[in-house]
């Protein structure tokens, strides 16, 4: 199982970057996909989650709702967070991590702290400077 994570940079305030996931090793379908992130000293934060097995469902944290979207291609395996209007505040270290996916699971995953996923890639750098 991998998760690979990439995108991540430098990037002005009011800038955009977008982040990719790329999975491999099991069932993309069958399996809740979330981007976490962990700023120094700070506890780490569900950012977005996403579901196909949940018709594509996804949850946002209210510290990134209508800056970043998350999006599926099932095809290539891949999840991707593009996030727009970057504040400062939104620098950290961005992980995406895989789940089994049950009813309603994509919402539990991204919004209890310390949500125990079962994979996890390395993360990915985003500075937000202002």
């Known amino acids: 199982v991998q998760l690979q994570a990439s995108g991540g940079g430098l990037v002005q305030a009011g800038g955009s970057l977008r982040l990719s996931c790329v999975a491999s090793?099991?069932?993309?379908?069958?399996?809740?996909i979330g981007w976490f992130r962990q700023a120094p000293g700070k506890e780490r934060e569900g950012v977005s989650c996403?579901?196909?097995?949940?018709?594509?469902?996804?949850y946002y944290s209210d510290s990134v709702k209508g800056r970043f979207t998350i999006s599926s291609d099932n095809a290539k395996n891949t999840v991707y967070l593009q996030m727009n209007s970057l504040k400062p505040e939104d620098t950290a270290v961005y992980y995406c991590?895989?789940?089994?996916?049950?009813?309603?699971?994509?919402?539990?995953?991204?919004?209890?702290?310390?949500?125990?996923?079962?994979?996890w890639g390395k993360g990915t750098l985003v500075t937000v400077s202002s």
């Open positions: 090793g099991f069932t993309f379908d069958d399996y809740v």
């Open positions: 991590a895989a789940d089994r996916a049950y009813s309603g699971s994509y919402y539990y995953a991204c919004s209890t702290p310390r949500y125990g996923m079962d994979y």
């Open positions: 996403i579901s196909s097995s949940d018709d594509g469902s996804t």
